[in-house]
């Protein structure tokens, strides 16, 4: 019987010579020529075309050892959740007590500091930076639209 | 294999105890801060609120006739509409003035303490600076008052108790008049009185004065 015939077995390289004897009953070993893992299957000749697959797999997983599904990549799922859920609670924990240490009361805005002169004494162009920002907080106010006249008459408050 | 199915229910088991903890202990957290807080604030504004109550009432008892109480009760409920957002308004009116005035004495108070360290003469600047201070207090004060009436405004209950809102509306109004006179005044003194004392300093620095003084 010619293996090519059964289009469902890989072809076997033919690494032994032609032999007019009969072939073997059993179910031959794996050749280290071979490159490929074979699977695990007989010489067609040897069987008969009949033989169903899984019978030849359960047959061969007694020579060779079953290969286990991957673990290690369950492993690592489960590691990054626990890493996650970890890194969830540290930042819970590190929320907790920034907005305890925000409880202070807020300090007054730092006064942007008069540069001092080279040689740390106070000059004019030190009195003029003052005065600048001075100037700048009193304009960030406005009176008039932050206490209007007409804030409470009954007009505006629709009485 | 039984051993197996006993380590991968250890692992599930953590997981899914993990997991939730994960997710509450930070919104718990967050929640435990806020909550004292919360609840010390809502005791606090129940008593003071009914005690505020009764001196509104107590004010304008006299002044608030049957139909004004009549007429109120039928427009309260909108007017406290619009004295809501005048309430939002007032919190950032309040902290950004506060700022600023803050940020004010702040740089009159460091050149005054640099100008003391090389001992030029800061009586008159630290004189000014002391008045100005008092002034922003009363501000503070006048604001916090002002802004507690607009509160209250909201929350009293207008259908039920007209009188009292109308007295937090007196009682606003006229904490309102007083924060006009005394930001105007704040800014007034710093134009006309901490200003000149700056350029009064500036010049006797330029002058190569190194105390300084009236003179």
Redesign the interface.
Known sequence: MNPDSDPTQPVQPKVRPMMDVAPPQQPLTQTPVSPAPQTPQTLPSAEPSGTPAPAQTSSNEQSQPVTKPPKTRKNLVLVIIVAVVITLLLVGVAIFFYLRSNNTTPEAPAATQTAPTDDGRVGPEDIDQTISEIDNSLNSVNDSTDFGQNDLTNTTIGL | MSDGGMNKRT?LF??LL??P???L???L??KS?QLPIVNAQTRETSAGLQNRQEKYRAAVADKVSTSEQER?KT??L??Q???KS?DVRLGT?QT?????????I???S??QT??AD?A?ETSKLESDTSELTQKVNAYKVLMKDYKQAVSDMTAIDCTTDPVAFKGA?EA??TK?AE??TQ??GI?EY??NT??PS??Q???Q??DGRTAGGNQ
């Open positions: 692992k953590a997981v993990l997991l903890l994960g997710i202990v930070p919104v957290s967050i801060y109120l427009r309260c909108a007017v509409t619009n004295i005048l009116i950004k003035r506060g700022e600023a005035y803050d940020a004010i702040k740089n009159l460091d050149l640099r100008l090389q030029f509306l606003a109004r309102h924060l006009i930001v105007g800014r710093v134009i901490i200003k700056l350029e300093i500036k010049q620095l330029a």
